[in-house]
């Protein structure tokens, strides 16, 4: 019940502080995906089993609140949470450098992935445009080392213990 509650009050303060408060931090317009940070951080963490269930679940949600393809952040969210998972304990996921990286280029074939969606189901509004191609990336990619500081603190305040054998 603890780790339920541990998962669920994450995902509910990630979600809206996504929608609520990051419009207000939007680099030319383009506004960090914070919801990708904590799947690639919880993939890490908890392998890829654990770190597909989170991202289908997270992806399901953000397509009830986003226009377009109903489905597509479901389908990417758990590709990310499954390949992202599959790196668990084989990278330093405590490297600045590796959060840093990794995030920039998950979040990048992310942003590829859903350009091709709207492209193979004809969705006429443009949602990824290439200056959000370009700058999201490198803006998850520079905001993912303090996501993940503040998700271990988080961890620890909750004394969820993070390595747990799938």
């Known amino acids: 019940m603890k780790?339920?509650?541990?998962?669920?009050?994450?995902?509910?303060?990630?979600?809206?502080?996504?929608?609520?408060?990051?419009?207000?931090?939007?680099?030319?317009?383009?506004?960090?995906?914070?919801?990708?940070?904590?799947?690639?951080?919880?993939?890490?963490?908890?392998?890829?089993?654990?770190?597909?269930?989170?991202?289908?679940?997270?992806?399901?949600?953000?397509d009830a609140f986003s226009i377009g393809i109903f489905g597509a952040n479901a389908f990417l969210f758990t590709g990310v949470g499954f390949f992202v998972g599959l790196l668990k304990k084989k990278v330093d996921e405590g490297n600045i450098l590796v959060q840093g990286l990794l995030v920039f280029f998950v979040t990048f074939f992310y942003c590829s992935g859903f350009l091709l969606l709207t492209k193979i189901f004809g969705e006429r509004k443009v949602i990824i445009s290439g200056k959000t191609l370009l700058l999201l990336p490198l803006y998850n990619g520079l905001l993912a080392p303090l996501c993940f500081v503040v998700l271990v603190w988080w961890a620890k305040l909750w004394r969820e213990k993070m390595y747990v054998a799938d």
């Not at 990708?36 to 951080?41: A, S």
């Open 3 to 62: 780790r339920f509650s541990f998962l669920f009050f994450t995902f509910i303060l990630m979600l809206t502080f996504q929608f609520s408060f990051l419009w207000r931090f939007s680099f030319f317009g383009v506004i960090p995906n914070i919801l990708l940070i904590l799947i690639v951080w919880f993939s890490l963490y908890k392998g890829s089993h654990k770190g597909q269930i989170m991202g289908f679940f997270t992806g399901i949600v953000v």
